[in-house]
């Protein structure tokens, strides 16, 4: 191979890898769709994604804000709440979810035997 072949590779490659970066694992997009859904509170997104444990979702919140998908706001009250939205640069990634839904409707169809 030569030498500017694997460089093109690279630069197709490093994008993806990116993006994987942010969004990968079992949980993330499932959260992030979860927020754009509604839920904004803690135990309303653990409770709308079966098998998450509080554990996880703790700590995917917290890639997801670092990563700046979601925002984190602490209301204060009685007694004191945690909001979470998402931001309008995770909105970038509904085109792309639309996408991976209709592949995944397709490959469930296809793939699985499912219709």
């Known amino acids: ?18 993006a994987l970066d942010v969004v990968s694992g079992k949980w993330k997009l499932l959260i992030l769709i979860s927020i754009w859904e509604g839920n904004k509170h803690f135990r309303e997104i653990e409770r709308s994604i079966p098998r998450l444990t509080t554990k996880v979702l703790a700590n995917e919140l917290k890639l997801m804000e670092e990563n700046h998908l979601i925002t984190r706001t602490v ?25 991976l839904r209709d592949w995944g409707i397709n490959h469930r169809k296809k793939g699985l035997g499912h219709s």
Do not use: W
């Open 75 to 99: 209301i204060n009250g009685f007694p004191v709440r945690t909001e979470y939205t998402a931001t309008e640069y995770s909105q970038t990634l509904k085109k792309v979810m639309a996408e």
């Open 1 to 18: 191979m030569k030498k500017s072949e694997h460089k093109n590779c690279m630069s197709a490659l490093l994008p993806v890898k990116d």
